[in-house]
């Protein structure tokens, strides 16, 4: 294994984004072979409702992906700390971010027994690249597939896109030639470590063990004979059915349940992921156009306290909008804002506020309201008057860009392996959710898109980082965690970094 | 909304004659004073605590204490700072109860008053001109019968957003379906009566029929029908509350308060079972209160 | 009997298209619908790709008379969300709703029944009220409350229920409880009342002068009598009782199609709710229809009578 991962790295300008990431010695820890635990035979897990969708093109959401990477496998796959690795890919490497080599792994077959071969690759991009696809962007750049014998491929852009590799591992997913779009959406069979079994609409999906899955995937071995993802959106339900035995694994455990889960006798986990929390600030409107109003935003909550109360401890508070280590981008010597209260309110006599202002801060319908009100309860103290409105999922979706809308809006953002897709949405003052103005950020931004090598890619985003600390687009959260209640035996599953609850044994990262 | 339905059975609405009679009975087996006064003490206990507790305690039902949260209630516990305990925001539980108690009785009375209102002048139409009228009235009554209302409830949040006014047009739209059934059926057998005749033969108008005749005899019927739709409301406007599609989050209420405590059920159960109670209080002292008026007001039992 | 059918399907069609209009209008005027349904970060020419496709950029009146129409025939066109036959989507969740609401409504009825006669019949006053207070009660709590309650109690505390819907027929216990502690509780008062009015009625003493047995008046006269206001109270509260699932189904994940409403309302995903309101129209159409059919077995002076519907039931 070692040996193919240093095929794979030994290409130049791939190096670069592997190396970046992590030292050299968390590239083997991805790579030590996983405990091989015995199969369980049956593991429930409740998610906390069910996939919008099946189909690969149509996936955005962690539940969706939850499933996909179940089924299907992507080219390249992110280890547990966050690096790419190649997963059905035996190499996978490029020297200038626009032609990218794929080497498939020998003897590959798909659910259905048919071969895996080059063919698959271009089937995947056409999928997503077709106008039915509702991720058509992400893969546009895309300009062709060569398929250059039955196990390798060059996958085409027309500019350089280093990003693309992440997106690759999130999307691009193999499927045989047998499936249309129907079974895309309802009975999917890849290569993954489960095989599709069944669905009760509303309820439940049922895979089973994929036997041939043995070639030593970085992804891991499955779990369980057979895995129910069962979806249960009240989160007192999903405790009740894990300390009751009913499920052995739930997602989205509230801070303020955890002793419950403690006290039955299972498990808590909290992990870190690759996802930030920020309440946006519209750049485009007074007084949010001066800068020594965001710094007063930023210095007038005590987010520590928040975090420590409401979302649990050790959450790493945010200084820009890189928000871990895992990621590309991050900076460790950034420090976050203080809490200082006078200095928010001296900031704000600068900017001639002195009495403070009203303006209006939105959210999600159904999201952490207490959060937001502690934030605003906090902010009022400042003088900075806040009116809460929360707005339903699509309409809030809708108004990122809208001018006409609360110039603050408390959001979270995931995954961010790469910060490509965040940054060119919502920072870039062109991006299609942006309510952001700064010529330098937009600079910075659109060279980081195009620069080949990740290693610069990462300069130009850390100066990003510094930048947006000092003219800030956001009141800076914190980085997300992900919390889960896990009955005790079920030792070889860790959490991962984009969140994807694949019901896979793994090291845990720290092996 | 089913809980308005008590008094739209076919055997009752106004109480015919054979019926004043049991009633009078029933009166004369149930001590008048003793049983009234025990019926009233919901409604009074609930009123006490929203306004009341605001008068006597101090405690302030937005200041947030992040350090103290989710303290426990006096008694199992907690302290006297904070009788009911705080909530996940370290915020006094019992001031929140009293202002959201204020609120959800005011949204509640407020939206039970708009639909009497609606109701009563769709009802009366219905009944007095009859013919077009009453039957795209009853088409509408039978349209809002067959649509789950929740599914307006929610679309109508989902599409329109959250506010106050929503809120109240979605309870008001649910309400005044049961005063129109009522209302028009009444009048229907009031427009027959002798009296209602010999105002016509005397040359006077509908509208001064249904202002002079028809509205007084309908009257009690109307106010208990209200109380017990402003019960009603305030379960329905917890349940819109708990979806997510109810009040915007910056009001206090009732229903905020348990759907808050749900997700602290395990560890601060105080939470959602004081706002749950208090919201049970509240129903329960309107369902009564409505019962006793109904007791007292009945024109057939008025002696 | 025939008119009373005909009578009800003429209204249900005026159900379904006042009720499709309500819904198209809300959709439609409440901004783009594909930021329901796509991801947030889909680029404009991806969206107009998506309205393209669907026919959203039709003229709207194009669209609502195909609505209509689709309405009408059956015909709901594919989920926007997962592009699966909308119908398909409703039909095969209906049938656990379909087990949760029968099994609640007949819970309710044979509970509130049997409340209501204890607290008509009980000589001994401190028994009354504590049926009146568990009837009280169950009126006054909210469901969502009163779910939670119930998980924590006898899933979480006693081991003896599963907290959410599993698949194994105990799971149904819990929500279906909860689901019907509310009508059962206005049935209690509504056959408690009607008991207790009717065994004072003229027709009722009549039968006790001719010498019939009590407990014969009681089964034959005063019981069916007292019956009506329930079924009526049932029938008008059909379409609630399909709402009241929506909240129920969200605490116990029960998959039925009232948290598909919700979910396709948040993502508006227009066709689902289209034949969610249809379904459920016609589901509140054979409620009636059954009930018309009970009440003129009951009582036949009602006969034809009921066919006026929910005004004449009143």
Known sequence: MPDELEQAMGRRAFVGALALTVAGQRLASAQATPARPEVQPELVIDLDGPPDNLDPALTYSVRDWSILHSVYDALLHFGEDGTLVPLIAEEFSTEDSKVFHVKLREGLVFHDGSPVTSAAITRSVDHLKASESQIADL???????????????????????????SQIAVWLVVFPESATPDSLATSPVGTGPYRFEAMDPGNSITLV???????????????????????????????????TDAAQLIVSLPFDQTTAVEDAGKTVLTEPILGMAFIRIATDTAPFDDRRVRQALNYSVDVQAIADALVGPNTRRLASVFPDPRGLGFDETLEPFPYDPDKARQLLAEADLADGFDSTIQLVAGSRTDIVEAAVAQLAEAGIRLTIETAELAAFNQAWPDDSAPPLRYATWRPMYDP?????????????????????ADDLIRAAAIEPDQAARAELYHELGRLLKDEPAAIYLWNLTSSYGISPDLTSWHPRGDEYVVPVATSGGDA | MAEQTATLAPSRGSLPAREAATERRRRRLVPRDRGALLG????????????????????????????????????????????????????????????GARASLLVSIVAATGAAVVGVAAGLLAGIRGGAADRVITMLVETLLAVPFITFGIVVTATVGQSVTNVLLLLVLSGWITHARIVRLQVQSLMRSEFV????????????????HLLPNLAPIIIVVLCQQAGAMMLWSASLTYLGIGLPIERITLGGIVRDGQELIYTAWWVSVLGGLTIALAVVGFNLFADWLQRRLDPMLRT | MLISIIKRIAQLIVTVVLASTVIFALIHLSGDPTQGFMPVGASPDVREATRARLGLDDPLWRQYVRFIGQGLTGDFGESWRDRQPALNAVLDRLPATLLLGSTALVTATVGGVVLGILSASLRRRSLMVAVQGVALAGQA???????????????????????????????????????????????????????HDLQRSNFVRTAHSKGVSRRNVAVRHIFPNAMLPVLAYVGLQAGFLIGGTVVIESVFAWPGIGRLALQSATQRDLPVIHAFVVVTAIGVCLVNLAIDLAVSAIDPRQRGRAAHGALANG
């Open chain 1, 209 to 243: 063990r994929n036997e041939d899955y043995t070639w030593g995937s970085p992804k891991g071995a499955a779990l369980a004979e057979r895995v129910t993802f069962r979806f249960v959106p009240e989160a007192a339900t999903r405790v009740a059915d894990l300390t």
């Open chain 2, 197 to 212: 005749e010999a105002a016509y033969a005397l040359g006077a108008g509908r509208s001064h029929i249904a202002r002079v």
């Open chain 2, 40 to 99: 009233l003490l919901p409604l009074v206990l609930f009123l006490a605590l929203a306004f009341v507790v605001p008068v006597v305690f101090a405690g302030n039902p937005t200041a947030q204490d992040l350090t103290g949260r989710l303290r426990p209630p006096v008694g199992v516990g907690g302290s006297w700072d904070h009788p009911f305990g705080t909530d996940g925001l370290g915020r006094d539980l019992l001031a929140r109860v009293a202002a």
């Open chain 1, 139 to 165: 893969f546009g750049g895309i300009t062709e597939v060569r398929e250059i014998d039955e196990l390798t491929a060059e996958i085409v852009t027309g500019e350089p896109s280093a990003w693309l590799p």
């Open chain 1, 420 to 440: 490509h897709t965040f940054l060119s949405l919502v920072i870039d003052s062109a991006g299609f959710l942006s309510r952001h103005d700064n010529p330098k």
């Open chain 3, 141 to 195: 709590i909210p469901t969502f409350w009163l779910g939670a309650m119930f998980i924590l109690i006898f899933a979480v505390r006693l081991g003896w229920l599963p907290s959410s819907g599993d698949g194994s027929p105990t799971a149904l216990i819990l929500p279906m409880l909860t689901l019907a502690a509310h009508p059962g509780s206005i049935i209690a008062r509504l056959i408690a009342t009607g008991m």
